[in-house]
């Protein structure tokens, strides 16, 4: 299974980005998806979050402005960005839960992250 991540890049402030995020593989469900993101020092923490049946969660720091959604069909994420801020600076990493097949436990994987720059 591998998870790739697209669309990062720099924007000036008040701008946008929309990321995406593909699942491959050998892939039986997908439970929840989510991105992540972590700023040169600090830790990796969750920006938002999606269940198979739809159920989203932000980070404050964001509820307002990111929006996160999924097509199960084709196990792909994405996350709309708007009104992007300095402090959104940080490589963005996508991350699932997959069963990869029917009777086995479900693992996390993660995506190459995706760097996202806000600056003018």
């Known amino acids: 299974v591998q998870l790739q991540a697209f669309g990062g890049g720099l924007v000036q402030p008040g701008r946008f980005l929309r990321l995406s995020c593909a699942a491959s593989g050998t892939i039986a469900r997908i439970n929840r998806m989510g991105w992540y993101r972590q700023a040169p020092g600090k830790q990796r923490d969750l920006v938002a979050s999606v269940t198979s049946g739809g159920s989203k969660d932000y980070a404050d720091s964001v509820e307002g402005r990111f929006t996160i959604s999924r097509i199960n069909a084709n196990n792909t994420m994405y996350l709309q960005m708007n009104t992007l801020k300095p402090e959104d600076t940080a490589l963005h990493y996508c991350?699932?839960?997959?069963?990869?097949?029917?009777?086995?436990?479900?693992?996390?994987?993660w995506g190459q992250g995706t760097q996202v720059t806000v600056s003018s």
């Open positions: 991350n699932a839960e997959i069963r990869t097949r029917w009777g086995r436990s479900p693992s996390d994987y």
